[in-house]
């Protein structure tokens, strides 16, 4: 990708899982030259768990610890990236955070987005699910289609 000519620096939003596709953006992150003051957030987003346990206790505390160890595994994800980030591309002073929050990926992407004042996003065709690879995924076609900024989908065959 060329750099972003006459730009200060832009805000770029990395919305990340751990999927093989999301490895082929922050590959793509990796690879180009972001002017320097670039900010980058990456972002990962938790699904709620579709689990209705409130009529039994026992299984309440079982989703619980789920939930925390979901929660501590995005956040390593993303401190993982982030470091990344800021390890090869330390030349160019970007300024790299990170976010693990809760809801639907399709509507927090979008949302934090317009909150972070993105110029773009990056985010895989697909993230976890089956081997499509002419179909987007629903939850880069719904960002792609409703952002307020340029959003960059990033293809990698991984199956065949």
């Known amino acids: 990708m060329e750099a972003f000519l006459g ?4 805000k770029v939003l ?5 999927s093989p ?10 690879k180009r030259d972001w002017p320097e ?7 990962t987003v938790l699904e709620p768990i579709p689990f209705d346990c409130e009529s039994r ?15 501590q595994t995005a956040q390593e994800l993303v401190e ?16 790299v955070e990170f976010a693990v929050k809760d809801g639907s990926a399709k ?9 972070f004042g993105a110029d773009r996003i990056l985010i895989g065709a697909q993230g976890h699910g089956t081997c499509a690879h002419n179909m987007l995924g629903e939850v880069s076609r719904v960002v792609a289609a409703t952002a307020p900024c340029s959003v960059e989908i990033i293809r990698q ?3 065949k």
């Open 107 to 115: 509507k927090e992407i979008v949302e934090s987005a317009i909150e």
């Open 157 to 159: 065959t991984v199956c």
């Open 21 to 30: 596709y999301s490895e082929a953006v922050v590959d793509s992150a990796v």
């Open 37 to 43: 003051n670039t900010e980058v957030l990456i972002l």
């Open 80 to 95: 993982k990236i982030s470091d990344k980030l800021k390890k090869q591309l330390a030349s160019r002073n970007l300024a």
């Open 57 to 71: 206790s026992d299984m309440r505390a079982l989703v619980e610890a789920g939930s925390q160890k979901r929660r």
């Open 14 to 18: 990395i919305a990340v899982d751990d």
């Open 7 to 10: 730009d200060p620096g832009v």
